[in-house]
Each structure stands twice: as structure tokens, then as C-alpha cells.
């Protein structure tokens, strides 16, 4: 363990130092109800003529595309619809994509959906610029390289953040494998933020999504390296939003207050994570989502309090900072007792949202293999508070699927 953390620590350090030069930026934020309606004037500030609205059948079925595509017919603007994107994108959803862009003649993309419509989106748009760069040669770092056409991201989901991250996930249909692109280029030009498109999401869509926004906070603000006074001021106000208002929204849909809070917090998580990482629930919570098509939130959510609870007292302190700005823990408890409660508000909430506490569906004998695309995903590149061995991984993943935790230290 003392040469994967030195390793991993010193490659952090590098990579943080980089990352100071890189131009940074956020997807510029369009928000409030009826925010959809000036689609047409960003897409035309774009130079869009004709544009891809890429989305899922869920969505073409519920109404949502027609919602969007009516406003692109009333202004006049063409366009071709995708409504074939899967839950955890294969490489040949993200191919299709790309296949009918070039064929149409598009100039851009509206991706409208929630994770996985935008990393199909995001992941066409990098191969359209990168035609003999296949989606595995782009894994990892800033592979991409180039500029993509023009994307606007519309969320109908408050959750995954995509709209404003480097990011786009990818799962390989031969091996199961959901591997990462990450690349500046892929962060869309604008995310249209409006909360009328989330207000039919079902509740257990809406908690499984709130508790993928709030790991992606949780796990940025616990990274020791990358993130800025920027990033940590998004990922403390994310959780103090969410835990004001996840549950809101969970009972009542309609509660637009709510809704347009978890839209702002994913958001804002979304730009924590993005410049700051994620960790060890996300680097499990993929093998999960590879394997089981587990939805990613979900995953995230059971896996989130059980590895707060591995990595033990290195943790305590800033745990302590998020029971207070979310205010779980009582006034004046100790440093180790608001992280406790802390953690322990994670497992009430879940459990007031019908989440459960442990996956009994993962199969023993693939635990070894979660473990080493795991331990891959997280080491060196994210700055975890503590760096997990694949040994640690397989304790840790075994104790989702038997709901015992046991603790190493
Ligand atoms: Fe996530």
C-alpha cells in the first residue's frame, strides 16, 4: 500500500498542478421555468442550422422531445431526432448517433435527457471531430483534443451533472466494461436548466437521480487535491440544497421551489466534481452500472454511506462541515459525532425514500473483477481521502452485497 500511495499521491500533485492552466469553464446556466423556450435563440447564437435533438424513447413517449421540438418547429429551425439511446450507452448507440449526424448534414447538439442521453450525445460529438479515434483509444484524459460541435444540454433529470462535466460514460457490450472519457472539449456550450421538464420525473427516479448529485458533491468535497475555493463553495451549497430539498421533491413533484433547488444543486455539483473528481462510490458504483445495469444513482446511493463509513476517522472533519451545512447533526456534538450523523442521515434518508441498503443481486464471483476495474478507475487519478487497494474494493463490495460492514482499521 505505501507504493500505490505514493504513486497515486504524486501523480495527483502533478495533475493538480496542470490543471491550473487548463481553461476551465462552465456550461453557461439558463435557468427557470419555461427556460426552454430560448432553445432557438442559443442554438442560433451558435450558428446551429440544423440540429440533433438526441434523447431516450422514455422521453419521446412522455411528450418531452415534442415539448422541445414544437419550439425548434415554431421558430423554424430544422432538425433530426435520435430517441435510441439506451440506459448505460454502448459504443453502438453512440456510433448510431454519430452515424445519422453526419448522414443529416447537422451542425449541432441538443442533447435532452438525463446521464445517459448526454454521455451518448457528448461521446458522438468527440467522434464526429475524432473520425479515426475510436471511443476506447479516447478513455481516460483529454483524449479528445478537439473542438466538439456545438452542444446544449437540457437535463430532464436532476442528477447526473453531465450538463456542465469533462465527462461522458461509455459501456463496452462485449466486456460490460462502462469506461470514461474525460475531456475539457466535451463540456457542453450551455445547459438550459428548467424545472417544468422534471416535474413528472416518478419518485423513485427522482431520489435515485437527487442521491447521484448529492455523491458527486459528497466525493468532490472530500478530494485532496484539484478542487478550488470555486468548487468547494458549489460542493457545500449542493448538499446544503439537497438535503433541503430532495426529499421535497421525492413527495411532491410538483413542487416547482424544489425542483428548480435539485436542478441548481445538480448543477453546481455537477462543476464540483467535474474540477475536483469523484472517488471510490463512483469507481464501484460503474462496475455496478457495467455489470447490472444498475441505475447509476441507485448504485450510488447505497454505496455512498457504506464507503463514508470505511474510510473511518480521515474523514471526520470534513463530514463534520457537511452535517452542518446540511444540518443533520445536533449543535454542539463533537467533531466524530456530526460525521456519524451525518452518515447516518444518508442511510435515513435513503431508507425514507424506499432506497435499500445493500445490493444482494452481485455475485460473489464477480467481485474480483469489480475490484480491479474499481481499483483502475480510482488510482492514480482520483484524489480519494483514502486510497483503496483492490483488497479494500473486494471488502468493501462484498459488504454491499451482504449488508455487513466490516472494518479494516
Ligand atoms: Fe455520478
Redesign the pocket.
Known sequence: MGWLKIYCRVFQFILNWGAKFLPWQKAVPVEGAGAILKIPELLRSCRVQKVMVVLDAGLLKAGIGRRVTEILDQEGLPYVQFSGVEANPTVGIVEAVRELYLREGCGGILALGGGSVMDAAKAAGARVVRPRRSLQQMAGLFKVGKKLPPLIAVPTTSG??SETTIAALVTDPATHHKYAIMDLRLIPRYAVLDPDLVEGLPPGITAATGM?AL??AVEAYLCRSYNTPESIRDALDAVGLIFENLERAYRNGRDREARQAMMLASYKAGFAFTRSG?GNV?AI?HTLGGLYNTP?GLA?AVILPAVLEDYGRGVYKKLARLAEVSRTAPEGASEEGKARAFIAAIYALNERMGIPRRFDFIREEDIPQMSRWAFRESNPLYPVPVIYNEARFRRVIESLRTGRQKRAE
Do not use: E, K, L, Y
Open positions: 447526473t451533472g447521484d455523491t458527486h469523484v463512483h458504483a447509476h450510488n
